[in-house]
């Protein structure tokens, strides 16, 4: 390990990201693999579509609340046992999740899973940042990052393929066993912190850099960019299982989850519009993104397996472009307490995956999957004025800051 942290060919790198790519898969293929199992759900406690979308909602809203707390803990008690802590709970609740007896008690205890989910977003880039020389902590975070959008996939597919051969409790239990192991993987490689310093935490001087950031309408736009995109997301994904089991298409719940894999296009937009955001400024590639997102979303309209293919794959590419814009900008606007800043966005994030994800199951109640695409549709349209007017809030920000500027 240099003076600067660990490089790229060395003993520590590969420890150090093969670590966060197990924290990755261990959050988010327990997070996301009760999407797969929704219809059941709702068979098996008689409740409709929005209730049943309650066993995502629970875990990301809960993880909304306690994310910025997570960052505060992890300035007091260290990054790495905050994160072990967290990998470790949240893998045992998971396990725990198909001997729910009820529709209750299995919210009760997704909803503390996603408190424990929460140290481990909340925690990991500054573990990172800390601890890998700045040259490579690109590559470092890449895989984090892979171990994110990889997990989420993993646990929907899984869960689906086991549901073909038994039950929706095995499919979840499957989902929480693998969980456990990528977080003894996690415990296993991750190396303890060494330019980690203990900060002073305090219910003030956290709620006084939240403020600040608040105060700034570019963050805010930003914030709620990230809530409608995400709920919108999330929306889509609910009901997509509870479309594709019915008639015209009849599909089982293995092919379901296959479709799964059309969520490997954010794999590639989402660095794709990095590049192009640098190139051509971040406010074109955010609206065109959302232009791609809303185009494949009215292409999914058609009762006809490829449409609803094509339409999904451009919607997903279109929101992972959207977000890799909208999470880039906030760093770049936050120049001070970029943590806070972050933890913001990310709350944001996932409240509006809790929130608009389970309003989706009342639309398409009342009108099925045109119900959803005109209440996804109508969040895009919001993100997409948003992200208009953040070029106009910087110049009216700098007027207030520069006198005699008007």
Not at 259 to 279: E, K, N, P, Q
């Amino acid at each position: 390990m240099s003076d600067q942290g660990y490089r790229r060919g060395e003993a520590g790198y590969r420890d150090i990201t093969w670590a966060l790519f197990a924290a990755g898969m261990a959050t988010f293929v327990a997070m996301y693999a009760a999407q797969a199992v929704l219809p059941e759900l709702s068979d098996e406690f008689s409740v409709g579509p929005a209730t049943s979308a309650l066993a995502v909602s629970a875990t990301t809203g809960t993880l909304a609340l306690a994310i910025v707390p997570a960052s505060a803990l992890s300035e007091r008690f260290g990054r790495v046992r905050v994160m072990a802590s967290a990998a470790l709970a949240s893998a045992l609740l998971g396990c725990l999740v198909p001997l729910a007896p009820s529709m209750g008690v299995l919210l009760t205890i997704r909803g503390l899973q996603g408190v424990c989910f929460a140290g481990i977003p909340a925690t990991a880039m500054a573990y990172l940042a800390e601890e890998v020389d700045p040259e490579h902590l690109g590559g470092a975070m890449g895989r984090y990052i892979a171990g994110t959008t990889v997990g989420g996939l993993s646990g929907r597919v899984l869960a689906a393929f086991v549901l073909d051969h038994s039950g929706w409790r095995w499919a979840l239990e499957a989902a929480g066993l693998a969980a456990l192991a990528f977080t003894g993987l996690f415990l296993w490689k991750a190396p303890a912190s060494r330019s980690f310093v203990r900060a002073p935490v305090g219910l003030r001087t956290t709620t006084a850099n939240v403020v600040g950031h608040l105060r700034n309408g570019r963050l805010i736009a930003l914030y709620l960019t990230a809530f409608l995109l995400m709920g919108g997301f999330v929306a889509v994904y609910n009901m997509l299982g509870f479309r594709l089991i019915a008639a015209p298409f009849h599909l089982p719940q293995s092919a379901v989850g296959l479709v799964f894999l059309l969520y490997l296009a954010g794999t590639v937009s989402s660095a794709a519009a990095g590049r192009l955001a640098d190139r051509f400024g971040r406010k074109p590639v955010l609206v065109v993104s959302e232009i791609v997102a809303v185009l494949g979303l009215l292409i999914t309209l058609p009762a006809a397996l490829t449409a609803v293919l094509i339409g999904v794959l451009l919607f997903t590419a279109g929101f992972f472009a959207a977000h890799s814009v909208a999470s880039g900008w906030v760093g770049a606007i936050a120049s001070e307490h970029r943590a806070e800043a972050s933890a913001l966005y990310l709350f944001a994030y996932y409240f509006g995956s809790s929130v608009l994800g389970a309003l989706a199951g009342v639309w398409f109640t009342a009108d099925g999957w045109n119900g959803v695409v005109v209440y996804v549709a109508a969040l895009f349209g919001l993100a997409l004025a948003f992200a208009a007017i953040i070029p106009l809030l910087r110049r009216r920000r700098a007027a207030r800051s520069e006198p005699g500027v008007l």
